[in-house]
């Protein structure tokens, strides 16, 4: 029934150690989103996907990259983690940015 | 430019009283608005949406906004608070042209027993 999953649900990364987040949709979206949130505050959009076109965020650190290899899957990589890149990390989809956006439940990065 | 402001940042109510939490936007054009909650470690969950039919949109859990144009407003509310409702709420809008969901700061719902 899950829409849009997230794996795993909690992440420990040595910094400085590359870690991958995982993100895949069973609802065929066009768009896919990256969003940080750290503790009490809104999420921040890092980047998105309209189908392949990528579109990064002019405040995302280059330490953060980004994949979609096809419609269901998006991943986050991040390159080299930082104590301050510990966040959860919310996955949305939505058809075309203009009904709601789905979120996944989301993965909480520690670094250690 | 698409914005959304949440005027209080944390919001403490009493079990079974009434829940006003306030949003006001600012749109080019005729906006979709949301309201997501998000209990913690948890992802969003969206409670409603007014994507331009009836301007009284009732959403899950009893909650329900008003979209009123000539205040440029969304506010939620709830007559009767639960426990359960304690969570953060974000007030969010759509910006069509470039597919983006712009938050609001959001607002922390406190219910007191």
């Known amino acids: 029934d899950a829409m849009v999953i997230q794996n795993p649900r909690y992440q420990v990364t040595q910094f400085g150690k590359p870690v991958t987040l995982s993100c895949s949709q069973t609802?065929?979206?066009?768009?896919m989103y990256w969003y940080q949130q750290k503790s009490s505050q809104a999420p921040k959009l890092l980047f998105h996907?309209?189908?392949?076109?990528?579109?990064n965020e002019a405040d995302t650190p280059d330490n953060f990259q980004s994949r979609r290899p096809n419609t269901s899957f998006c991943f986050l990589d991040i390159r080299s983690p930082g104590l301050g890149d510990a966040a959860m990390y919310l996955c949305?989809?939505?058809?075309?940015?203009?009904?709601?956006?789905?979120f996944g439940q989301g993965t909480r990065l520690t670094v250690v | 430019a698409q914005s959304v402001t949440q005027l209080d940042s944390h919001v403490s109510v009493s079990e079974g009283t009434p829940v006003l939490l306030r949003c006001n936007y600012s749109?080019?054009?005729?906006?979709?608005l949301f309201w997501y909650v998000q209990h913690p470690n948890k992802g969003l969950q969206l409670l409603l949406k007014?994507?331009?039919?009836?301007?009284l949109v009732k959403g899950i859990n009893g909650f329900e906004a008003e979209f009123k144009k000539s205040e440029t407003s969304f506010h939620l509310t709830k007559p009767s608070a639960h426990m359960s409702d304690a969570a953060e709420y974000f007030c969010?809008?759509?910006?069509?042209?470039?597919?983006?969901?712009?938050f609001g700061t959001g607002t922390r719902l406190k219910v007191l027993a």
């Open positions: 949305a989809t939505s058809r075309t940015g203009t009904g709601e956006a789905f």
């Open positions: 609802l065929n979206h066009n768009v």
């Open positions: 996907y309209y189908d392949k076109d990528f579109n």
């Open positions: 749109s080019s054009y005729s906006p979709s």
């Open positions: 007014y994507t331009s039919a009836a301007t």
């Open positions: 969010v809008v759509s910006d069509p042209g470039t597919y983006k969901y712009i």
